[in-house]
């Protein structure tokens, strides 16, 4: 990003997009007390999604439970339902689906993300959600590194140590041969891929394959940060995924248990985009104080009051994220996102689009370069 003097003012600012994500893949019923409590029937998994819209969230991350056992489903068929259900109830929503399948795992139990195979079947699922997250680059992702035990687990299974060392040996499974195929099946069933981030050099690989050809399209996508192995906590860090993502762009900043509260704020006086749940963090900012995914999102809304920046409609953020669009060339992909053209033989030095010097008739509005309306 690029910001301007007037970048931070909050009329300057595009309207912040919130991600609620109630579903806790890593939880199970017994983890969670009435505060914070685990959506799993499916009145109740349909409910939450009611409650993150109402209290501000536009986006929906969506991990499909399973109400027989509390795990993550495996079964197809009830995503689909599940996408059907929730297609009635919060009809203006972007439907964001988790495509790591990740699943809370029992003592003994290695945690791990789901096959290939099973997670390029979300691209088939009727009706479709808007977007698939999309993991590019695998990376540890060590849970307890950062979080002690004895703070952002306490109360729940990972105090067994067993348990704990599962959530420690976590790899996020994302080799070229996965991460291409699935955003060519994402594009071929017309589902928008959310490049899933876990530091700066999955950025570079998500510029690269756009620069071959692979994708052309919007990037939009989150930062998962907060864990041994991909970004920490170090605020230096995160201003440089800030200062790298394209002018084009919208991307989350997602961080774990306590942390989300002091990142949440950096980024939403920044002019980036958040995302709250209990899927990320069960506390409230002060240690023991249990919340809800309501009472975060909440919180995120009051933290963008304060500096006067608006929250996002449901049709701005459609807009923003630009659902549905698709471009046809990778020129016309770089120059959307704001980035150079790929150099031509013979081009020296730094080079930048052609054009005829002209203002489009229809352009972005945003100092820093984020759509906040349409003219």
């Not at 109400?67 to 297609?87: D, V």
């Not at 307890?144 to 704990?164: E, K, V």
């Not at 949440?264 to 506390?283: K, V, Y």
């Amino acid at each position: 990003m690029y910001y301007t003097d007037d970048s931070l003012l909050p009329e300057n600012m595009p309207p912040l997009m919130i991600t609620g994500a109630p579903y806790g893949p890593v939880w199970m019923p017994e983890d969670c007390t009435p505060e914070n409590k685990l959506p799993v029937t499916w009145e109740e998994q349909t409910q939450a999604a009611v409650d993150c819209f109402n209290a501000g969230a536009t986006i929906l991350h969506i991990h499909v439970c399973d109400p027989k056992t509390g795990h993550i489903s495996k079964n197809f068929k009830e995503y689909s339902e599940q996408i059907a259900r929730l297609r009635e109830a919060v009809p203006k929503m972007i439907l964001q689906i988790g495509g790591s399948i990740s699943f809370a795992p029992e003592p003994g139990e290695k945690a791990e993300f789901g096959s290939y195979d099973a997670r390029h079947k979300l691209c088939e699922i009727e009706p479709k959600p808007d977007q698939i997250t999309v993991s590019c680059g695998t990376t540890l992702y060590d849970h307890t590194a950062i979080n002690r035990l004895d703070d952002a687990w306490a109360g729940t299974r990972y105090t067994n140590p067993a348990m704990a060392a599962a959530m420690s040996n976590l790899v996020a499974d994302a080799t070229p041969e996965f991460y291409l195929e699935n955003i060519k099946r994402c594009v071929q069933h017309g589902i928008q891929p959310y490049f899933a981030l876990a530091h700066i050099h999955a950025l570079e690989l998500v510029e690269r394959l756009i620069r071959r050809g692979y994708y052309k399209g919007p990037v939009n996508g989150f930062f998962s940060m907060g864990v041994g192995g991909a970004c920490g906590v170090n605020p230096f860090d995160m201003m440089e995924l800030v200062r790298r993502t394209p002018q084009g762009s919208n991307f989350t900043y997602q961080s774990t248990f306590r942390h989300t509260y002091p990142v949440s704020m950096m980024m939403i006086a920044l002019g980036q985009h958040t995302r709250a749940g209990i899927e990320d963090n069960l506390w409230g900012p002060k240690k023991g104080e249990r919340f809800s995914t309501l009472q975060m999102i909440e919180k995120q809304v009051k933290m963008a009051e304060l500096i006067g920046r608006p929250i996002a409609t449901a049709a701005q953020t459609r807009a923003m994220l630009k659902i549905g669009v698709t471009y046809k060339t990778t020129e016309e992909t770089l120059s959307n996102l704001g980035l150079p053209p790929n150099r031509e033989d013979g081009n020296a030095g730094f080079h930048v689009h052609v054009t005829d010097g002209k203002l489009p008739s229809k352009r972005m509005v945003g100092s820093d370069g984020h759509m906040v309306a349409v003219e």
